[in-house]
Structures are given as C-alpha cells and as structure tokens.
C-alpha cells in the first residue's frame, strides 16, 4: 500500500524525488531505461489518443481512453524516473535548455 505523499507546493526536484520513493515502494526501481523509454513513449500514444476524444476526433468507442491531464501525469512520471536513471536534475537542465533556447532566433 502507498504511504506516500507529495509535498505541497512542489519542486520539480520534489516530484523527482517522490518518483524514486514511488518506483522503489511499487517495485519497479530495477526498470532499466529503456524500459521507461519505451514506456514513456506509450503513455505518448495515449495522450495523443486523450487528445483526439478530447478535440472529438474520431477515436474506437470501445476503446478505453482516460483524461488528457492523466495521461499528461503519467508523462511527467516516466519523465522524472528516465532523469533520475541519469541523475539529471530537471529544473536545473531546464533552465540551462531555456538559455540557449533565448540565444536563439525563430522565424
């Protein structure tokens, strides 16, 4: 049973952190990262299909298709598990991506 809880008003690195709790108290710690790759490029997959329920394109009525902010959560969970597997902080590589991203020019 999960004990737990995510701090309020979190970091990214507390999401991190809470990610790792969570992979070792569920058991799935030993998932390489390429297992977290592949799963994280599905759950990509789901939220394309979240996405078209949600903008009413057609979609299989007997699929079983769940929210865009869930599949969205989902996403940020593989996210911060394959960072961790390179001990890369997010919000730190975010922001360093953010400095050369305004360097840049878009037309």
């Known amino acids: ?3 737990l809880k995510l701090k309020e008003n979190p970091t990214l690195k507390d999401y991190q952190e809470y990610v790792h709790m969570l992979e070792i108290q569920r058991g799935f710690i030993d998932q390489n ?12 997959g789901e939220l394309f299909k979240a996405i078209r329920k949600a903008m009413n394109i057609k979609t299989d009525v007997n699929a079983n298709i769940n929210p865009v902010k869930e599949e969205i959560a989902d996403i940020l969970i ?3 598990s ?5 001990d890369i902080d997010i919000e ?6 953010e400095e050369i991203n305004k360097k840049r020019q878009w037309i």
């Open 78 to 80: 593989y996210l911060c």
């Open 33 to 44: 990262v390429i297992i977290k790759s592949l799963l994280l490029g599905e759950e990509m």
């Open 92 to 97: 730190e590589a975010f922001r360093e991506k």
């Open 82 to 86: 394959i960072a961790n597997r390179f």
């Open 1 to 3: 049973m999960d004990n």
